[in-house]
């Protein structure tokens, strides 16, 4: 069974290497990289973004 605060630091470990996946990837797109790709690879950025929000926000003890 897995300790509460471990689970907890997990989490917040997996949201901040998503959040830096995500920033990777935004950097990737604005400089010009998989230019064929940029629409979709954008929305892609914008869907993680607010799944993360999400996440980060019901992860937040009341």
Do not use: F, N, Y
């Not at 998503?18 to 629409?39: F, H, T």
């Amino acid at each position: 069974m897995v300790e509460p605060s471990r689970e907890l630091l997990s989490k917040e470990q997996l949201i901040a290497d998503l959040q830096a996946d995500r920033l990777w990837l935004l950097r990737q797109i604005d400089s010009g990289r998989w230019s064929e790709w940029r629409l979709d690879l954008a929305a892609l950025e914008r869907e993680l973004g607010q799944l993360l929000d999400q996440v980060e926000q019901s992860s937040q003890p009341s």
